[in-house]
Nanobody, 120 residues
Framework: SQLVESGGGLVQPGGSLTLSCAAD??????IGWFRQAPGKEREGVSC????????WFADSVKGRFTISRDNSGNTVFLQMSRLNPEDTGVYYC????????????????WGQGTRVTVSS
């Protein structure tokens, strides 16, 4: 089933926000989070491997973002803290082939994403 992102919004610099990515079969898949800032290419932000504790974070978010699943594995959370204006963009979650030293290739359709705006 289609992954659905939620949780975006407007937040002040230094604030926190938690994004959610849900599907009833998400526990069977490795999930990647990407973001696209205005005028920039889409970039991988983080990922979490299925049936494993393996996670990866882009250098730009390392130490500020965490990724986790709920007990069912069907909701993946991207917890973002110490946000800055450079974190502004549309955030997408998508099924990927692997999570190892980066977000693997995507193999499913992109959703509509959820918009995050960091501004005072």
């Amino acid at each position: 089933s289609q992954l659905v992102e939620s949780g975006g919004g407007l937040v002040q610099p230094g604030g926190s926000l938690t994004l959610s990515c849900a599907a009833d079969d998400a526990h069977d898949y490795t999930i990647g989070w990407f973001r696209q800032a205005p005028g920039k290419e889409r970039e991988g932000v983080s990922c979490i491997q299925t049936y494993s504790d393996r996670k990866w974070f882009a250098d730009s978010v390392k130490g500020r973002f965490t990724i986790s699943r709920d007990n069912s594995g069907n909701t993946v959370f991207l917890q973002m803290s110490r946000l800055n204006p450079e974190d502004t963009g549309v955030y997408y979650c998508v099924r990927v082939k692997e999570c190892y030293r980066g977000v693997g290739a995507t193999f499913a359709a992109w959703g509509q994403g959820t918009r995050v705006t960091v501004s005072s």
